[in-house]
């Protein structure tokens, strides 16, 4: 079916939810192409988003339980993990902070943590007291001892171990990983009522306070969409931090004409009050002639994204003072690169790896 055909067939809802989560961004976060198509065909027979994503993860982990008992560890950690995929789009239909999101965000923990216990293990929950609760992530190590740690999230509704692909890039590169659920987001927000009221750059500098203990090499942050922001703002005012990522973000925040983004804020600030959200966005806000990112820093940036334009990422550009930075553009690029996303992972991932194994004071030739 063509996708006007398609369209025709959803109803509004789910039409809203496909918009959103395209086949680029659910293969980006996980989910297996086979299940793309099982998720496109059951909404087009009018079945709910969440219902047909939560059957989906149900089957996964089936699959999942019955390789682990047969001993065929490999295949039993990627049926976990594909399960997770599902389950965390399954809750992404939901914007508002429901009883059935929190069920379907808990559901996808658990399939993280599945997969986690498969043994051998390379990855461990991460809980960092924080304010009146705790921030939320998941270690993952590479083999060997690491050259450094990269510190990853998300923004508005994506988090955490939504971003396992972006850890075996990594990984593969020596890198070890922090898949961060940090102030408004996942289980940070959803069990432990930490919203994005607080000082975010301090809130992400718990993890990488925790990734430099746990190592003690270098750290880097990478931030995508609305994370972003947070990244930049973080590697600003840390000086710990050693090579910064921002893909596919604003430095001056609003509020943007969809239902769901308005939404999505109102959950990560803990109120649906415009004014408020928008005073949020306003502190939030990355200035050039006040922020300064003094570490290498790498932009990515989609030539049709149609969220995030070039010029609300210039300011990050503007910011750095350092001899290293680079832009990388790709035109045809949706947000956050969903449909470059194995060539963004290798990109990101050998400029982190490049960086961080750097001594501290050198600088690399930017290309």
């Known amino acids: 079916m063509t996708d006007t055909v398609i369209e025709t067939a ?3 809802e ?3 939810h496909r918009r ?3 086949a680029t961004r659910l293969l980006d976060g996980g989910m297996l192409h086979a299940d793309v198509i099982l998720l496109e065909q059951a909404i087009v027979a009018g079945d709910r988003w969440d219902v047909a994503a939560e059957r989906l993860g149900e089957h996964r982990v089936e699959l999942a339980e019955c390789a682990l008992g047969s ?7 990627r049926q976990f993990r594909a399960a997770a995929a599902a389950f965390v789009f399954a ?3 939901i914007n508002s902070d429901t009883d059935r999101k929190r069920e379907l965000y808990d559901r996808f923990g658990a399939a993280v943590a599945a997969a986690a216990a498969v043994v051998p293990s390379s990855m461990r929950k991460v809980e960092l007291p924080f304010e009146r609760g705790s921030l939320v992530g998941w270690h993952v190590q590479p083999a060997g001892t690491p050259v450094g740690t990269v510190v990853v999230f998300g923004g508005q509704s994506g988090w955490g171990a939504t971003y396992l692909r972006y850890a075996d890039a990594l990984a593969e590169r020596g890198v070890a990983t922090i898949l961060a659920e940090g102030p408004g987001q996942g289980e940070t927000r959803l069990r432990h009522g930490i919203y994005l009221d607080v000082d975010v750059a301090d809130a992400y500098g718990h993890f990488v306070r925790y990734a430099t203990e746990q190592s003690g090499g270098p750290v880097g942050v990478w931030g995508n969409s609305v994370g972003g922001l947070f990244a930049a703002l973080t590697a600003a005012r840390n000086p710990a931090v050693r090579a910064c990522c921002v893909n596919g973000s604003f430095a001056a925040p609003r509020l943007l004409p969809f239902r769901a983004f308005a939404e999505q804020a109102a959950a990560m600030l803990g109120t649906a009050d415009e004014s408020a959200i928008n005073a949020n966005f306003a502190r939030l806000r990355f200035d050039p002639d006040k922020e300064s990112i003094r570490c290498p ?7 049709a994204d149609p969220l995030v334009t070039m010029e609300d990422q210039q300011p990050f550009l503007d910011g750095a003072t350092g001899d290293d930075v680079v832009l990388r553009v790709w035109d045809d690029g949706e947000h956050t690169l969903y449909n470059h996303a194995d060539e ?11 960086r961080l194994s750097l001594s501290e004071g050198e600088t690399h030739h930017a290309f």
Do not use: E, I, K
């Open 10 to 12: 959803l109803s509004a």
């Open 14 to 16: 789910n039409a809203a």
């Open 20 to 22: 959103a989560m395209p």
């Open 71 to 77: 001993g065929h560890a490999v295949t039993a950690r």
């Open 91 to 93: 809750q992404m239909a």
């Open 297 to 303: 820093l790498l932009v990515l940036h989609g030539g």
């Open 344 to 354: 963004r992972n290798d990109v990101v991932a050998d400029w982190f790896a490049d």
